[in-house]
């Protein structure tokens, strides 16, 4: 067919093929992207409430109001059931799935009387908050997901009361944020599962209450810090608390005037990357207590101060720490057992009781051998009453053991024993009285190990009324001193007995009420004893024994200060060529009727100096009623 033109009309146009000059393929334009819109969809079926997120960046505001009513905001739209109002009798169920989601649970005296508030705030950067009072009598229950979560329920002007309240942020290296305040629920369980910065926070503004157990824990191995800081939480009706704490770079957990009826234990992981802390303060926890941290690669801390343990146990517990692990009673009162254990294998240890009550005494333990140094610590701030007896260890260590004592008060029936152990050391430190005065109402035993450093033992301004006395025992190498009395009066009720080992001994005792002396060197090594050598009075009421090694010794009594030695004195020494002096103010009983005393030299060269003011019928030569009391001196003065 041909048109006007004389062409087939049926005939398809063909045109040439441009192709650019340049001889690239044409880039086509793309259309431009539409961010999706914000809808939320609503289901409202025999009385249940269901929102599910469109996926974008999802807002919703729920109020609530005291009629079981629900009304939905939104700056987006509502498809469904619309926004409402709606009457609750069952579930309310927020399902926001992706998307960097607002949630906001609001009302004014709002309450659901049946049914549960469930909220899902899928991934994404999501905010949870409620405003205004809200009661719901069933439970409370949000999900988190992978991305930045804050969930915070309650504030200063907001109250939120509900059945059990159960709160996971979900996972992620993302930070998590858990906050309660103005709660009160039965039971509590919150989950921190991310990796990022992970913070757990209660009644950080305004105090909550629950009735039931809460549990928290930090599931996100390396994490980069684990926080919990519980303040005015408390927990009653025999709820417990349990903390826990996974592997992370820092773990730190703070209760503040809060108080737990039942058990506490708080367990936090290895900290990776400097610390582990756990500080108890004001709070009064009514069951038992277990305070544990893992390793550090710095520091471990466990401190409680003015706070009152009502529970028959108290466990605190330091893994190993390369710089430092430290247990710190300030102002606190224990009804139970203590036992405080430091594990460090290369840092500093320490144990301090600065001041507080332990009612079923307790055991303090500074317990790898390898760290830099031990030290326990007792009154440091103020008076320590120890109803039991107190074991202290300290193992051994590559620089100092050191025990320092002041203000303390033991008591109890059969009971009041003290035990200090140190294992070996580069050098060994016992001191008790150095500031302010004890009372140790059971006995006194110090027992330092073998060990190639010196040892010193200084017991000043120190009570001991137990029925056996106080022991000390220097067991192997390294030579030791020990002083009793040489700043302040002592006084042992009963034996003062102290063996030394192979090292070189000191022992000076110059103001002191002894009930009976009992020195044995059992090693060797030259001893140097002095007693009342200095200003100060020394009496010892039962029977005094010396008895030293096979080494050169000096037994010096009353030349300067009083010694008062009101039964028996056997002075024996071995091997040696040693010395023995009697100065004129050893005026005692027996050195006067001359029948209580034994002086025995021993073999080599030994120098007896006597003084005719202590010694009755002392004269040179001796005559013979006292050559069978003075013996083995070649050289008499």
Sequence with gaps: MLNLFGKNAFARKRQAKVMPIDGISRIETLE???????????????????????????????????????????????????AGPFIVTGNLNVNMGNGNDVVTITGAAGSLDSGNLNIDLGTGDDTLTTTGALTFTGNVS??????????????????????????????????????????????????????????????????????????????????????????????????????????????????????????????????????????????????????????????????????????????FANGSAVTSDTITLTTTTIAGSVSATNSSATGANSIIVASGTLNLGGTLSNAVAGAASNTVTIGSTGAVAVVGNLAITNAASTTTNNVNIDQLTTSGTKLGDVTINNGASAATNVVLGATAANTIGGNL??????????????????????????????????????????????????????????????????????????????????????????????????????????ASDTVTIGTVGTAFFNDSVFISLAAGNDTLTIGANAASPAFSTANKFQFDGGAGVDVGNFSVLSIADFTNPLPGKLKSKITGFENIT
């Design 445 to 550: 035993t110090v027992r330092n190990q073998a060990t190639t450093g010196a040892k010193t033992t200084s017991v000043n301004q120190t009570t001991v009324n137990g029925t056996t006395g106080f022991y000390l025992f220097n067991v192997g190498g390294g030579n030791s001193v020990t002083n009793i009395g040489t700043s302040a009066a002592t006084v042992v009720a009963n034996v003062f007995k102290q063996e030394d080992g192979s090292g070189s001994a000191t022992l000076n005792i110059q103001a002191a009420t002894l009930g009976s002396l009992n020195y044995l060197d059992v090693g060797g090594g030259a001893d140097v004893i002095n007693i009342a050598t200095a200003a100060g009075t020394t009496t010892v009421n039962g029977v005094t024994r010396i008895t030293t090694g096979a």
């Design 32 to 82: 431009d992207r539409v961010v999706l819109a914000s809808q939320i969809g609503v289901a409202f079926s025999n009385g249940n409430l269901t929102l599910t997120g469109s996926g974008a960046a999802d807002d919703v505001v729920v109020t609530i109001t005291g009629s079981n009513s629900v009304t939905l905001t939104s700056s987006g739209t509502f498809t469904g059931a619309g």
């Design 142 to 315: 949000v999900l988190g997901g992978t991305g930045v979560d804050s969930i915070t329920l309650g504030s200063a002007t907001s109250a939120v009361s509900a059945y059990d309240v159960s709160i996971d942020s979900g996972t992620g290296a993302t930070a998590k944020t858990i906050v309660l305040n103005s709660v009160t629920a039965h039971n509590v369980t919150l989950t921190n599962g991310g990796t990022g910065v992970q913070a757990v926070t209660l009644g950080s503004t305004t105090a909550n209450s629950f009735s039931g157990n809460v549990k928290i824990t930090s599931t996100g191995v390396g994490a980069t810090s684990n926080t919990v800081a519980l303040t005015n939480s408390p927990i009653t009706l025999g709820g417990n608390l349990s903390i826990t704490n996974a592997n992370a770079l820092t773990n730190s957990v703070s209760l503040t005037t809060s108080n737990v009826s039942g058990t506490t234990s708080i367990v936090n992981g290895n900290a990776t990357g400097t610390l582990n802390n756990v500080a108890v303060t004001g709070s009064t926890l009514t069951g038992n207590v277990t305070v544990k941290n893992g390793s550090a690669n710095t520091t471990n801390a466990i401190s409680l101060t003015g706070s009152t343990l009502s529970g028959k146990s108290a466990s």
